[in-house]
């Protein structure tokens, strides 16, 4: 079994910052990547940030220079740094991994529980 356990939502002003964590732990052998998504009321789930195993990172064009994705070098531990946070940025924000566990002979993605973000005043 594999877990993915986010923590570090809240509530922010706009132009505030808050730092998301995504710890995995369980029977895992390998992470490929790890991921940031959100998804807002209404919308679709979209990505955000993706940190790969050797550190490139990727970022959605709406949270580039705001957001900085970050990990350890297994990647069992991830964060995203959130500063200038905007209404918009208002979401449930899910950590996703991309895996390979002790039995599997394929990777595959495991998704968090998801924590809130709200930005308001």
């Known amino acids: 079994q594999v877990q993915l356990v986010e923590s570090g939502g809240g509530l922010v002003q706009p132009g505030g910052s808050l730092r998301l964590s995504c710890a995995a732990s369980g029977s895992i052998f390998r992470i490929n990547t790890m991921a940031w998504y959100r998804q807002a009321p209404g919308k679709q789930r979209e990505l955000v940030a993706v940190?790969?195993?050797?550190?490139?990172?990727t970022y959605a064009d709406s949270v580039k220079g705001r957001f900085t994705i970050s990990g350890d070098n297994a990647l069992n531990t991830v964060y995203l740094r959130m500063n200038s946070l905007k209404p918009e940025d208002t979401a449930i924000y899910y950590c996703n991994a991309d895996l390979w566990t002790v039995v599997s002979n394929t990777p595959r993605a495991y998704w968090g529980q998801g924590t809130q973000v709200t930005v308001s005043l």
């Open positions: 940190i790969m195993r050797g550190g490139d990172t």
